[in-house]
Protein backbone atom coordinates (compact mmCIF):
# COMPACT_ATOMS: atom_id res chain seq x y z
CA UNK A 1 0.00 0.00 0.00
CA UNK A 2 1.15 3.27 -0.74
CA UNK A 3 2.33 5.84 2.21
CA UNK A 4 1.78 9.48 1.77
CA UNK A 5 3.06 12.11 4.15
CA UNK A 6 -0.03 13.90 5.35
CA UNK A 7 0.13 18.07 5.88
CA UNK A 8 -2.90 19.13 8.42
CA UNK A 9 -4.04 22.67 8.69
CA UNK A 10 -7.19 23.93 10.67
CA UNK A 11 -8.64 27.45 11.12
CA UNK A 12 -10.99 28.13 13.48
CA UNK A 13 -13.26 31.13 15.21
CA UNK A 14 -12.02 30.83 18.36
CA UNK A 15 -8.40 32.00 17.17
CA UNK A 16 -9.62 35.14 16.93
CA UNK A 17 -6.60 36.43 18.49
CA UNK A 18 -3.78 35.09 16.32
CA UNK A 19 -6.11 34.72 12.70
CA UNK A 20 -2.88 35.69 11.00
CA UNK A 21 -0.19 33.58 11.99
CA UNK A 22 -2.91 30.74 12.40
CA UNK A 23 -4.12 31.85 8.71
CA UNK A 24 -3.56 28.67 6.31
CA UNK A 25 -1.31 29.94 4.17
CA UNK A 26 1.01 30.45 7.18
CA UNK A 27 0.42 26.91 8.12
CA UNK A 28 1.26 26.09 4.43
CA UNK A 29 4.54 28.08 4.03
CA UNK A 30 5.71 27.00 8.08
CA UNK A 31 5.35 23.16 7.24
CA UNK A 32 6.18 23.25 3.75
CA UNK A 33 9.72 25.12 4.42
CA UNK A 34 10.46 22.40 7.39
CA UNK A 35 9.47 19.50 5.08
CA UNK A 36 11.70 20.59 2.52
CA UNK A 37 14.52 20.52 5.06
CA UNK A 38 14.33 16.81 6.13
CA UNK A 39 15.39 15.23 2.83
CA UNK A 40 13.08 11.64 3.74
CA UNK A 41 10.12 13.33 3.43
CA UNK A 42 11.39 15.74 1.07
CA UNK A 43 10.13 13.21 -2.08
CA UNK A 44 7.31 11.61 -0.70
CA UNK A 45 4.30 11.93 -2.05
CA UNK A 46 1.89 14.36 -0.41
CA UNK A 47 -1.74 15.01 0.94
CA UNK A 48 -3.26 17.70 2.42
CA UNK A 49 -6.32 17.90 4.97
CA UNK A 50 -7.47 21.56 5.97
CA UNK A 51 -10.30 21.70 8.78
CA UNK A 52 -11.95 25.47 7.83
CA UNK A 53 -13.95 27.17 10.78
CA UNK A 54 -13.57 23.75 13.06
CA UNK A 55 -12.57 24.10 16.99
CA UNK A 56 -9.67 21.83 18.34
CA UNK A 57 -11.22 21.28 21.33
CA UNK A 58 -13.01 17.84 19.90
CA UNK A 59 -12.32 15.71 17.05
CA UNK A 60 -15.24 15.34 15.22
CA UNK A 61 -14.12 17.28 12.47
CA UNK A 62 -14.22 16.12 8.74
CA UNK A 63 -10.37 16.57 7.88
CA UNK A 64 -9.08 14.84 11.15
CA UNK A 65 -12.31 12.54 10.58
CA UNK A 66 -10.22 11.26 7.04
CA UNK A 67 -6.86 11.87 8.50
CA UNK A 68 -7.56 9.08 11.40
CA UNK A 69 -9.43 6.58 8.80
CA UNK A 70 -6.17 6.89 6.72
CA UNK A 71 -3.81 6.66 9.41
CA UNK A 72 -6.09 2.99 10.59
CA UNK A 73 -6.21 1.87 6.86
CA UNK A 74 -2.35 2.45 7.02
CA UNK A 75 -1.82 4.91 4.51
CA UNK A 76 -0.21 7.29 6.18
CA UNK A 77 3.76 7.59 6.72
CA UNK A 78 3.95 11.20 8.48
CA UNK A 79 1.89 13.67 9.76
CA UNK A 80 3.19 17.43 10.16
CA UNK A 81 1.31 20.41 11.42
CA UNK A 82 2.62 23.64 12.52
CA UNK A 83 2.10 23.15 16.08
CA UNK A 84 -0.03 20.85 18.58
CA UNK A 85 -2.92 22.86 18.57
CA UNK A 86 -3.69 22.76 15.25
CA UNK A 87 -3.96 18.60 15.86
CA UNK A 88 -6.22 19.77 18.44
CA UNK A 89 -6.65 21.51 21.75
CA UNK A 90 -7.41 19.09 24.47
CA UNK A 91 -4.36 17.80 25.22
CA UNK A 92 -5.43 14.27 26.96
CA UNK A 93 -6.57 13.39 23.70
CA UNK A 94 -4.33 14.85 21.70
CA UNK A 95 -1.31 13.13 23.74
CA UNK A 96 -3.66 10.08 23.60
CA UNK A 97 -2.64 9.79 19.83
CA UNK A 98 0.64 10.84 19.81
CA UNK A 99 2.14 8.17 22.42
CA UNK A 100 -0.51 5.32 22.04
CA UNK A 101 -1.80 5.34 18.74
CA UNK A 102 0.73 6.63 15.90
CA UNK A 103 3.75 5.04 17.72
CA UNK A 104 1.37 1.60 17.32
CA UNK A 105 0.59 2.28 13.49
CA UNK A 106 4.75 3.47 12.91
CA UNK A 107 2.87 6.91 12.24
CA UNK A 108 6.13 9.80 12.54
CA UNK A 109 4.28 12.92 13.81
CA UNK A 110 6.20 16.78 13.55
CA UNK A 111 4.57 19.57 15.04
CA UNK A 112 7.00 22.68 13.85
CA UNK A 113 6.13 25.20 15.90
CA UNK A 114 6.96 23.03 18.89
CA UNK A 115 9.70 21.54 17.89
CA UNK A 116 8.96 17.92 17.99
CA UNK A 117 9.37 15.65 15.82
CA UNK A 118 8.56 11.38 17.12
CA UNK A 119 11.43 9.90 15.18
CA UNK A 120 13.90 12.27 17.41
CA UNK A 121 12.40 11.52 20.43
CA UNK A 122 11.89 8.15 19.86
CA UNK A 123 12.30 5.63 23.17
CA UNK A 124 11.93 8.49 25.70
CA UNK A 125 9.15 7.90 28.28
CA UNK A 126 9.07 11.90 28.62
CA UNK A 127 8.78 12.52 24.81
CA UNK A 128 5.68 15.00 25.43
CA UNK A 129 7.17 17.35 27.88
CA UNK A 130 7.71 20.16 25.50
CA UNK A 131 4.89 20.41 23.32
CA UNK A 132 2.25 19.33 26.30
CA UNK A 133 4.04 22.44 27.91
CA UNK A 134 3.53 24.64 25.43
CA UNK A 135 0.08 23.84 25.35
CA UNK A 136 -0.20 24.27 29.30
CA UNK A 137 1.99 27.20 28.79
CA UNK A 138 -0.31 28.56 26.47
CA UNK A 139 -3.51 28.29 28.12
CA UNK A 140 -1.07 30.05 30.94
CA UNK A 141 -0.04 32.61 29.83
CA UNK A 142 -3.18 34.01 27.99
CA UNK A 143 -4.28 36.43 30.55
CA UNK A 144 -0.73 36.32 32.39
CA UNK A 145 2.37 38.62 32.45
CA UNK A 146 5.69 37.46 32.77
CA UNK A 147 8.11 37.07 36.08
CA UNK A 148 10.68 39.94 36.36
CA UNK A 149 13.13 40.13 39.03
CA UNK A 150 15.35 43.19 39.54
CA UNK A 151 19.16 41.86 39.61
CA UNK A 152 19.06 44.59 42.97
CA UNK A 153 16.48 43.29 44.38
CA UNK A 154 17.63 39.80 44.34
CA UNK A 155 21.33 40.38 46.21
CA UNK A 156 19.26 42.36 48.87
CA UNK A 157 16.88 39.32 49.30
CA UNK A 158 19.76 36.70 49.54
CA UNK A 159 19.75 38.24 53.00
CA UNK A 160 24.01 38.72 52.38
CA UNK A 161 25.09 40.53 56.19
CA UNK A 162 26.29 43.73 54.45
CA UNK A 163 27.30 45.94 57.45
CA UNK A 164 30.47 46.57 58.52
CA UNK A 165 29.94 45.38 62.49
CA UNK A 166 27.76 42.61 63.76
CA UNK A 167 25.21 43.10 66.19
CA UNK A 168 25.54 42.72 69.93
CA UNK A 169 25.51 38.89 70.30
CA UNK A 170 26.74 37.87 67.13
CA UNK A 171 29.84 38.09 65.24
CA UNK A 172 31.53 37.74 61.88
CA UNK A 173 32.06 34.35 60.50
CA UNK A 174 35.93 34.08 60.32
CA UNK A 175 35.22 32.21 57.14
CA UNK A 176 32.65 34.73 55.29
CA UNK A 177 32.66 38.36 56.23
CA UNK A 178 29.08 38.65 54.86
CA UNK A 179 27.62 36.00 57.03
CA UNK A 180 27.23 36.45 61.12
CA UNK A 181 27.15 33.83 63.88
CA UNK A 182 25.92 33.73 67.36
CA UNK A 183 28.79 35.24 69.84
CA UNK A 184 28.20 33.09 72.74
CA UNK A 185 28.80 35.43 75.80
CA UNK A 186 26.74 38.10 74.30
CA UNK A 187 23.94 35.82 73.02
CA UNK A 188 23.94 34.27 76.55
CA UNK A 189 22.77 37.98 77.88
CA UNK A 190 20.34 39.04 74.95
CA UNK A 191 18.20 35.42 75.74
CA UNK A 192 18.75 36.20 79.74
CA UNK A 193 17.09 39.56 78.34
CA UNK A 194 14.58 38.12 76.52
CA UNK A 195 13.64 35.16 79.33
CA UNK A 196 13.25 37.88 81.71
CA UNK A 197 10.52 39.74 79.94
CA UNK A 198 8.93 36.69 79.23
CA UNK A 199 8.45 36.08 82.72
CA UNK A 200 7.35 39.63 83.17
CA UNK A 201 9.99 42.07 84.12
CA UNK A 202 10.22 45.24 82.58
CA UNK A 203 13.27 46.86 80.89
CA UNK A 204 14.01 48.94 83.67
CA UNK A 205 13.61 45.84 86.25
CA UNK A 206 16.50 44.37 84.03
CA UNK A 207 18.52 46.53 83.31
CA UNK A 208 18.74 47.08 87.57
CA UNK A 209 19.26 43.28 88.16
CA UNK A 210 22.01 43.25 85.44
CA UNK A 211 23.84 46.44 87.04
CA UNK A 212 24.05 44.69 90.29
CA UNK A 213 25.43 41.06 89.02
CA UNK A 214 27.95 43.52 87.00
CA UNK A 215 26.99 42.13 83.50
CA UNK A 216 28.88 43.87 80.88
CA UNK A 217 26.79 46.30 78.62
CA UNK A 218 27.06 45.86 75.11
CA UNK A 219 29.53 48.39 75.04
CA UNK A 220 31.54 47.43 77.63
CA UNK A 221 31.82 44.20 76.24
CA UNK A 222 33.16 45.25 73.03
CA UNK A 223 35.45 47.08 74.64
CA UNK A 224 37.04 44.59 76.49
CA UNK A 225 37.34 42.74 73.26
CA UNK A 226 39.24 45.10 71.77
CA UNK A 227 36.28 46.93 69.88
CA UNK A 228 37.11 50.52 69.85
CA UNK A 229 34.04 52.20 68.19
CA UNK A 230 30.62 52.44 69.60
CA UNK A 231 27.48 50.86 69.00
CA UNK A 232 25.01 52.84 67.49
CA UNK A 233 22.34 53.88 70.13
CA UNK A 234 24.91 52.17 72.79
CA UNK A 235 27.64 54.08 74.59
CA UNK A 236 26.57 53.57 78.29
CA UNK A 237 28.80 51.55 80.78
CA UNK A 238 25.77 50.87 82.82
CA UNK A 239 22.43 49.20 81.95
CA UNK A 240 19.64 50.91 81.34
CA UNK A 241 15.88 50.85 80.81
CA UNK A 242 16.80 52.45 76.69
CA UNK A 243 19.25 49.69 76.13
CA UNK A 244 17.40 46.40 76.83
CA UNK A 245 14.18 48.10 74.75
CA UNK A 246 16.59 48.22 72.04
CA UNK A 247 17.86 44.57 72.03
CA UNK A 248 14.37 43.48 72.74
CA UNK A 249 13.25 45.52 69.52
CA UNK A 250 16.20 44.03 67.08
CA UNK A 251 14.40 41.00 65.31
CA UNK A 252 17.89 39.65 64.19
CA UNK A 253 17.97 37.90 67.11
CA UNK A 254 15.33 35.82 66.06
CA UNK A 255 17.05 35.01 62.93
CA UNK A 256 15.74 37.29 60.59
CA UNK A 257 18.30 39.33 58.08
CA UNK A 258 17.31 43.49 58.36
CA UNK A 259 18.49 45.41 55.68
CA UNK A 260 17.28 48.87 53.82
CA UNK A 261 16.84 50.42 56.77
CA UNK A 262 19.31 53.54 55.91
CA UNK A 263 18.91 54.71 52.71
CA UNK A 264 21.65 57.31 51.09
CA UNK A 265 20.28 60.69 50.74
CA UNK A 266 20.80 63.19 47.66
CA UNK A 267 23.67 62.42 45.82
CA UNK A 268 27.14 64.28 46.73
CA UNK A 269 25.87 64.77 50.45
CA UNK A 270 26.63 62.66 53.40
CA UNK A 271 22.53 62.81 53.95
CA UNK A 272 20.95 59.20 55.40
CA UNK A 273 17.58 58.53 55.16
CA UNK A 274 15.91 56.02 57.64
CA UNK A 275 13.56 54.50 56.79
CA UNK A 276 10.56 53.43 58.33
CA UNK A 277 10.16 50.09 60.08
CA UNK A 278 7.09 48.54 57.41
CA UNK A 279 9.48 49.38 54.48
CA UNK A 280 12.73 47.23 56.02
CA UNK A 281 13.50 44.36 54.11
CA UNK A 282 13.09 41.24 56.22
CA UNK A 283 13.98 38.06 55.38
CA UNK A 284 13.57 35.21 58.37
CA UNK A 285 16.18 32.76 59.21
CA UNK A 286 18.77 33.94 57.30
CA UNK A 287 21.47 33.67 59.84
CA UNK A 288 21.65 31.43 63.07
CA UNK A 289 18.98 32.98 65.86
CA UNK A 290 19.81 33.68 69.88
CA UNK A 291 15.91 33.56 70.58
CA UNK A 292 13.27 31.20 68.60
CA UNK A 293 9.75 33.01 67.19
CA UNK A 294 8.02 31.83 70.13
CA UNK A 295 10.00 33.57 72.87
CA UNK A 296 10.26 37.23 70.57
CA UNK A 297 6.16 36.64 70.71
CA UNK A 298 5.94 36.06 74.25
CA UNK A 299 7.92 38.83 74.86
CA UNK A 300 6.08 41.29 72.32
CA UNK A 301 3.10 40.36 74.12
CA UNK A 302 4.49 40.96 77.96
CA UNK A 303 5.80 44.17 76.33
CA UNK A 304 1.93 44.62 75.37
CA UNK A 305 3.54 46.82 72.60
CA UNK A 306 3.71 45.80 68.81
CA UNK A 307 7.35 45.82 69.01
CA UNK A 308 8.18 49.53 67.52
CA UNK A 309 7.68 53.26 67.35
CA UNK A 310 5.36 52.70 64.45
CA UNK A 311 4.74 48.88 64.40
CA UNK A 312 1.16 49.05 63.45
CA UNK A 313 0.36 45.46 61.88
CA UNK A 314 0.39 46.17 58.06
CA UNK A 315 -1.30 43.13 57.23
CA UNK A 316 -4.33 44.75 55.43
CA UNK A 317 -3.69 46.68 52.62
CA UNK A 318 -3.67 44.87 49.43
CA UNK A 319 -0.28 44.82 47.56
CA UNK A 320 1.19 45.86 51.08
CA UNK A 321 4.69 46.45 50.37
CA UNK A 322 4.48 44.02 46.93
CA UNK A 323 4.39 47.51 44.78
CA UNK A 324 7.90 47.77 43.21
CA UNK A 325 9.17 50.07 40.47
CA UNK A 326 9.40 48.13 37.18
CA UNK A 327 13.17 49.85 36.65
CA UNK A 328 15.25 50.38 40.09
CA UNK A 329 12.95 47.47 41.25
CA UNK A 330 12.52 49.79 44.91
CA UNK A 331 9.19 49.31 46.65
CA UNK A 332 7.01 52.20 45.32
CA UNK A 333 6.42 54.73 47.94
CA UNK A 334 2.29 55.03 49.25
CA UNK A 335 1.24 57.91 49.61
CA UNK A 336 -2.22 59.83 50.10
CA UNK A 337 -3.06 63.02 48.15
CA UNK A 338 -6.60 64.57 48.38
CA UNK A 339 -8.13 61.43 50.02
CA UNK A 340 -6.45 59.59 46.76
CA UNK A 341 -3.96 56.81 47.12
CA UNK A 342 -0.96 56.70 45.18
CA UNK A 343 2.47 54.70 44.66
CA UNK A 344 5.41 56.51 43.29
CA UNK A 345 9.12 56.22 43.01
CA UNK A 346 11.73 57.86 44.96
CA UNK A 347 14.33 56.92 43.13
CA UNK A 348 14.31 60.07 40.28
CA UNK A 349 14.69 62.10 43.45
CA UNK A 350 18.87 60.36 44.20
CA UNK A 351 19.64 59.24 40.37
CA UNK A 352 18.35 59.05 36.91
CA UNK A 353 20.55 55.65 36.30
CA UNK A 354 17.27 53.16 36.12
CA UNK A 355 15.09 55.82 33.84
CA UNK A 356 12.19 55.52 36.64
CA UNK A 357 9.91 57.61 35.39
CA UNK A 358 8.35 60.29 38.48
CA UNK A 359 4.71 59.38 37.15
CA UNK A 360 2.32 58.70 40.09
CA UNK A 361 0.20 55.74 40.34
CA UNK A 362 -3.27 55.36 41.68
CA UNK A 363 -3.55 53.03 43.85
CA UNK A 364 -7.22 51.24 43.15
CA UNK A 365 -6.53 51.15 39.22
CA UNK A 366 -3.04 49.32 40.00
CA UNK A 367 -5.18 47.28 42.50
CA UNK A 368 -8.02 46.45 40.01
CA UNK A 369 -5.49 45.28 37.95
CA UNK A 370 -3.73 43.17 39.99
CA UNK A 371 -7.21 41.74 40.87
CA UNK A 372 -8.18 41.04 37.28
CA UNK A 373 -5.12 39.15 37.12
CA UNK A 374 -5.26 37.05 39.74
CA UNK A 375 -8.85 36.32 39.41
CA UNK A 376 -7.82 34.40 35.97
CA UNK A 377 -5.19 32.98 37.24
CA UNK A 378 -7.06 31.66 39.95
CA UNK A 379 -9.98 30.26 37.22
CA UNK A 380 -6.79 28.65 35.49
CA UNK A 381 -5.84 26.77 38.32
CA UNK A 382 -9.09 25.48 39.26
CA UNK A 383 -9.19 24.58 35.19
CA UNK A 384 -6.07 22.62 35.51
CA UNK A 385 -7.42 20.91 38.82
CA UNK A 386 -10.10 19.48 36.40
CA UNK A 387 -7.75 18.61 34.72
CA UNK A 388 -5.55 16.67 36.58
CA UNK A 389 -9.44 15.21 37.84
CA UNK A 390 -9.85 13.73 34.99
CA UNK A 391 -6.34 12.84 34.19
CA UNK A 392 -6.83 10.63 37.68
CA UNK A 393 -9.72 8.55 36.29
CA UNK A 394 -7.74 8.03 32.95
CA UNK A 395 -5.22 6.52 35.28
CA UNK A 396 -7.06 4.93 37.08
CA UNK A 397 -9.30 3.23 34.23
CA UNK A 398 -5.57 2.00 33.10
CA UNK A 399 -4.55 3.48 29.39
CA UNK A 400 -0.65 2.09 28.91
CA UNK A 401 1.62 3.04 26.29
CA UNK A 402 0.99 -0.02 24.36
CA UNK A 403 -2.63 0.88 24.04
CA UNK A 404 -4.02 -1.42 26.37
CA UNK A 405 -6.01 -1.13 29.54
CA UNK A 406 -6.22 -3.40 32.04
CA UNK A 407 -9.60 -4.14 31.57
CA UNK A 408 -8.51 -5.41 27.84
CA UNK A 409 -6.22 -7.38 29.40
CA UNK A 410 -8.73 -9.38 32.47
CA UNK A 411 -10.69 -9.68 29.19
CA UNK A 412 -7.71 -11.57 27.74
CA UNK A 413 -6.87 -13.26 30.85
CA UNK A 414 -10.37 -14.47 31.42
CA UNK A 415 -10.92 -15.97 28.00
CA UNK A 416 -7.05 -18.02 28.26
CA UNK A 417 -8.56 -19.29 31.10
CA UNK A 418 -11.53 -20.78 29.62
CA UNK A 419 -9.76 -22.12 26.84
CA UNK A 420 -7.63 -23.98 29.29
CA UNK A 421 -10.23 -25.66 30.75
CA UNK A 422 -12.22 -25.97 27.25
CA UNK A 423 -9.11 -27.93 26.33
CA UNK A 424 -8.99 -30.48 29.64
CA UNK A 425 -12.52 -31.33 28.67
CA UNK A 426 -11.71 -31.54 25.40
CA UNK A 427 -9.08 -33.95 26.45
CA UNK A 428 -11.71 -35.77 28.82
CA UNK A 429 -13.56 -36.51 25.77
CA UNK A 430 -10.95 -38.19 24.00
CA UNK A 431 -10.89 -35.64 21.61
CA UNK A 432 -7.54 -34.74 22.01
CA UNK A 433 -4.25 -37.10 22.83
CA UNK A 434 -1.76 -36.16 26.09
CA UNK A 435 0.94 -35.33 23.67
CA UNK A 436 -1.10 -32.21 21.84
CA UNK A 437 -3.34 -31.69 24.95
CA UNK A 438 0.46 -30.70 27.15
CA UNK A 439 1.93 -28.80 24.40
CA UNK A 440 -1.84 -26.77 23.71
CA UNK A 441 -2.16 -26.35 27.75
CA UNK A 442 1.24 -25.29 28.01
CA UNK A 443 1.51 -22.30 25.18
CA UNK A 444 -1.67 -21.50 26.85
CA UNK A 445 -0.09 -21.29 30.71
CA UNK A 446 2.88 -19.16 29.15
CA UNK A 447 0.37 -16.55 27.26
CA UNK A 448 -1.24 -16.41 30.97
CA UNK A 449 1.86 -15.90 32.61
CA UNK A 450 2.91 -12.97 30.09
CA UNK A 451 -0.80 -10.86 30.24
CA UNK A 452 -0.41 -11.15 33.71
CA UNK A 453 3.17 -9.72 33.78
CA UNK A 454 1.63 -7.45 31.03
CA UNK A 455 -1.13 -6.47 33.84
CA UNK A 456 1.06 -5.78 36.94
CA UNK A 457 3.44 -3.38 34.93
CA UNK A 458 0.53 -2.04 33.75
CA UNK A 459 -0.94 -1.65 37.65
CA UNK A 460 2.31 -0.45 38.79
CA UNK A 461 3.00 1.93 36.01
CA UNK A 462 -0.79 3.80 36.84
CA UNK A 463 0.42 4.18 40.52
CA UNK A 464 3.04 6.36 38.97
CA UNK A 465 0.70 8.43 37.17
CA UNK A 466 -1.62 8.61 39.99
CA UNK A 467 0.98 9.84 42.73
CA UNK A 468 2.43 12.14 40.28
CA UNK A 469 -1.38 13.46 39.35
CA UNK A 470 -2.27 13.51 43.17
CA UNK A 471 0.10 15.75 44.11
CA UNK A 472 -0.54 17.77 41.48
CA UNK A 473 -4.48 17.88 42.51
CA UNK A 474 -2.98 18.28 45.88
CA UNK A 475 -1.83 21.71 44.75
CA UNK A 476 -4.36 23.07 42.71
CA UNK A 477 -7.11 22.17 45.13
CA UNK A 478 -5.46 24.86 47.27
CA UNK A 479 -6.95 27.30 44.91
CA UNK A 480 -10.73 26.48 45.64
CA UNK A 481 -12.73 28.72 47.46
CA UNK A 482 -10.60 31.75 46.82
CA UNK A 483 -12.51 33.37 45.39
CA UNK A 484 -16.19 32.39 46.29
CA UNK A 485 -17.12 36.20 46.79
CA UNK A 486 -16.73 37.08 43.46
CA UNK A 487 -13.39 39.04 43.60
CA UNK A 488 -10.35 38.04 45.74
CA UNK A 489 -10.05 39.53 48.95
CA UNK A 490 -7.00 41.13 50.57
CA UNK A 491 -5.58 38.48 52.06
CA UNK A 492 -5.89 36.17 49.23
CA UNK A 493 -3.72 38.43 46.92
CA UNK A 494 -1.16 38.79 49.35
CA UNK A 495 -0.42 35.52 49.49
CA UNK A 496 -0.66 34.93 45.75
CA UNK A 497 1.11 38.17 44.59
CA UNK A 498 4.97 38.16 45.70
CA UNK A 499 5.62 41.24 43.85
CA UNK A 500 3.99 43.62 41.12
CA UNK A 501 6.76 45.58 38.83
CA UNK A 502 4.95 48.94 37.60
CA UNK A 503 6.72 50.07 34.02
CA UNK A 504 3.74 52.36 33.51
CA UNK A 505 -0.43 52.48 33.72
CA UNK A 506 -0.11 49.46 30.75
CA UNK A 507 2.97 47.72 31.61
CA UNK A 508 2.13 45.89 35.28
CA UNK A 509 4.22 42.77 35.76
CA UNK A 510 3.05 40.01 38.42
CA UNK A 511 5.04 37.94 40.39
CA UNK A 512 3.08 35.03 41.90
CA UNK A 513 4.52 33.72 45.08
CA UNK A 514 3.23 29.84 44.26
CA UNK A 515 5.47 30.05 40.70
CA UNK A 516 7.80 27.22 41.91
CA UNK A 517 4.68 25.21 43.09
CA UNK A 518 2.86 25.55 39.66
CA UNK A 519 5.94 24.51 37.90
CA UNK A 520 6.36 21.39 40.10
CA UNK A 521 2.16 20.49 39.98
CA UNK A 522 2.71 20.96 35.77
CA UNK A 523 5.68 18.44 35.98
CA UNK A 524 3.64 16.47 37.65
CA UNK A 525 1.04 16.78 35.55
CA UNK A 526 2.70 15.74 32.49
CA UNK A 527 4.73 12.90 34.43
CA UNK A 528 1.17 11.79 34.68
CA UNK A 529 0.60 11.82 31.26
ZN1 LIG B 1 12.21 53.39 40.24
Not at 282 to 298: G, K, L, V
Not at 477 to 487: I, M, N, R, W, Y
Amino acid sequence: MRKYLYEYYRISLDDENAIESNSITNQRHLVKSHISTISELADMPTKELVDDGHTGTNFNRPGITQLLDAARRGEVACIVVKDLSRFGRKFLEVSKYLEQLFPYLGIRFIAVGDNYDSDTHKGTTANLDVPVRNMLNALYSKNVSKNVKSAKQTQTQQGKYINAFAPYGFKKDPTDKHRIIIDEPAAAVVRRIFELTCEGKRPKQIADTFNAEGVLTPSSYKKKNGSKLKIMGITNSVWSNSTIVYLLRDERYKGTFIGGKIEAGELGTDKRIYKPKNEWIRIPNSHPAIITQEMWDTAVLKRGTNSGRDGKPNIERMLYKRVRCGYCGHVLRYRTESNHNYYVCKTPGYTNEYGCPSTSYVEHEIVNAVKKVVCSHITIMLDLKKLSETMKNVSTKGISTVHITIEELDGEIKQLKTSKRTLYERYKKGSLDTAEYLKVREATENKITIKTAERETLTAHNNIQTDAVNSANFFFDSFVGLQDGGEPSAEVVNVLVKSVHIFSKHRIEICFSFADKLEKALQSLNQGL
